[in-house]
Every structure is written in structure tokens, then in C-alpha cells.
């Protein structure tokens, strides 16, 4: 038997291949995507290295624990800028954004990259150059927040939100402006207490004159095109943050209160609960650090330590975990599920090793999904699929009922004996 649990803690981190590069201030997002090999990987792209900026682009396989040199993003080289995840033409690739180079030199670049193709694309440039921009992914359109500029004379900190749909490659602007103006914050995605996919955006720092850290807790609901602030009672007032999201909860990771000493704090966010709580600290103080949630493990990658910059990688125990009580011996196979965002159908592929059995004969194939609240919303099993090399189940994006889930995060999980794999995907109305 195996029991499903969700939420394990305290979670524990332990250290993984540290990356070829130090350097701190990549792209900071989502910058996760499946490799051509299908594996889920973190790149580290561009960003400032122990010397200077760098353009260079490392792919971590969370699978392998293995880090390979990628093609370098386009000219010009830079470094704290926003980055985030979205699909065109059918394939998720990775968009980062906006950065910064040298004294008055700012940018508005856009360059897009797909992994499975280790290749890059320049896409139109944002409407407002600009460094220390967040970028998030709704509903398949990207959200460019916040940032700074300054061109000698007066300082800028953008209260800004500019929107970019790839299948287009056009920028909107216009958007509701966030309430507190602020650069270097960190950013995710989760459902809020109504089901409604929002931007959360925490910290950042409002003033890059006089800086300070700001704790303004703020939500976007790009449906409404309005923002609410939000709980800031359980957050550390910082800058140069991570956030990621693991079953509908943020976890807020590391950061500065200063500009020169890091923090190894994990403060959690619950978006539909509006609540706080504090979670195990990094091992490494870091800020300008990036990441990301893969296979129910969060994953936070290179940064500062203080004044050095660094190239460790750390993870987690599973957010998303089961507990064996009947040993039964793992087999190995693959997941995915594509389009990916999807509205109507979703292909689930299963590959796996020929030949391999549980304790039992075939041990069987189950398909879980969940929403992002850890709600189990459709179980699928097929008993005969394990004998097989490869299957394909389509899902018409509906519950055990029949009805179309909501548009939203949700979670597929394949389990065959005692391994299970999970993978994100996003459903669009």
C-alpha cells in the first residue's frame, strides 16, 4: 500500500552538482522546460559572474543531477532581468526579458528560448527598458512588473505592467499599475481563494538612491486587471528574492535586507488562505538566486553570498511525497503531457524500460490529477499498461464527474508499483 501525503515537513535541503559558473542575478523566474531528451531542466541564463556579465546559458537536468553549456542568449550581455516560461505554436519555451549591463545602459530586449531545440529567437522588445523586472505567466500571456531605470540624472522605480502575448509577438500596455513601485521584488503564480489565477508579487525594494527593503505583499488577477495587497505580516522585508510555487503555496526563498548580506530565510505564502508560516532555511545565504518547483522538489540555484557570488545548487525533500509501506521495488519510466498550456485535450505519455516488473507480476499504471490545492479531480487506471513500452491516455480536462475542471494549475501524476512522476501543466479557458 502507499500512502499519499502532501505538504512533508519540516522539508529538508541537501546539496546537488554545483553549477560550471558562479554568478548571481540571472534570469529570475520560472526558467523551467523539458530538454530534447524530455527531461525537466533549470537553465541559468546570462547574469554576472564573479569578473563580469555573462550571456551564457547552463542546462541542469534535476534527473541526471547534471549541468551541459547550452547556446548562449543573444547580444547584449546582461544581467538581473525577468524570465519566465510560455508556449507558441504548440512548444513551451523560455522568454527572459528587460536587464541591465553597466552605468546607464538598459534594456528592453526580449530573446526566446527553446530548449528542446537548444536555439534562440530576438522577439519585440519590451515598451520600457528596464533591470530588476519580474516576469510571470498567465493564461499564456507574460506580465513584465515592476523594475528600475536610471540615466544619470533622475532614478526611476517602475510601478509598471506591461503584457506580451507569444503566439503574436506583440506588447500591450496600459495595465493596472502595482499600487507599491518597486524593483528587484520576486514574483509567482497560484490560485487565489476563488480559484482565479493570480501574480503574486513580494518584497523588492522601492528606492535605488536610498534603498531599503520593502515587505508589501500585492496580488495581480490579470482577469480582472486589478490589484489587492495582501498579508505582508509573515514576510521579511527584501530584495532579490525567489519565489516559487509548490501546490498553490509560494515559497519566498532567500533575498538582502541591505545590499551587502544575504538571508537563508524560506518564509511560505498561502494565497487562499492569506496566511504565513516559516519553513526550514536554505543551506547557503543567498540573494539574486534562481530556481524552480520540478517533480515535487524546489530547487535554488547559484546567487550571492554577501559579497561572493556562488555556483551551489540546492534542493528540497519532496513537497509532493508518499511514504512506502509495503516494499515494492521502483521502475523506472518517463512522463509527459503535452500541449502544454492546453484547453480541451491533453495527451499523458508514458514511456517506460521493457521488461520491468513489480513484486507482484504487472504491477499496473495509475494516472492521478490534482488541482493546485492538492485536490484529487480524476483517477485513471489501466491495469493492462505496464506490459506495455510506451502509452498515450488523453484527458478532455474533466473531473471524476464529467465536468470541465477550471482554468488554473494542476498536477499529473503517473505512478506504476512504488515510483510515481509528477509534471506540471496549466489549463487555459
Sequence with gaps: MIILLFLIGPIVWEYRATAPQARTYPAIGTVVERNAAGDSCIFVIGGQSAINQTRTNYEYDCLTNAWTTRTQMPLPIRYDFGGCSAGRGGTRRIYVLGGYQSAYVYYADLDEYTASTNSWVSQADMPTAREGVRAACVANM????????????????????ERYDP??????????????????????VAQNENGDSCIYVFGGCPDIVSPYPSNAVEEYNPAVNAWRARNNSGLTGRWGAMAVTALNKIYVIGGTSDGSTSLNLVQVYDPAANTWSSETPIQLTRDGTTGGFVAGRIYVVVGSNGQTVVNTNERTTDVIDIEE??????MDFSLSVMPNPARDLVSINICREAGMRGSGGDAGLAIEIYDACGRLVKSINLPSAYSLVSTAVIWSVDDDLGRKVPAGVYFVKAKAGAQEIIEQIIILK
Design 325 to 330: 509501506i509495503a516494499g515494492i521495488p521502483l
Design 142 to 161: 507574460i506580465y513584465a512588473i515592476g523594475g528600475d531605470y536610471f540615466d544619470g540624472v533622475d532614478p526611476y522605480v517602475y510601478d509598471l505592467v
Design 167 to 188: 503566439e503574436t509577438n506583440a506588447w500591450t500596455t496600459g495595465y493596472a499599475a502595482m499600487p507599491t513601485a518597486r524593483t528587484d521584488a520576486c514574483c509567482a
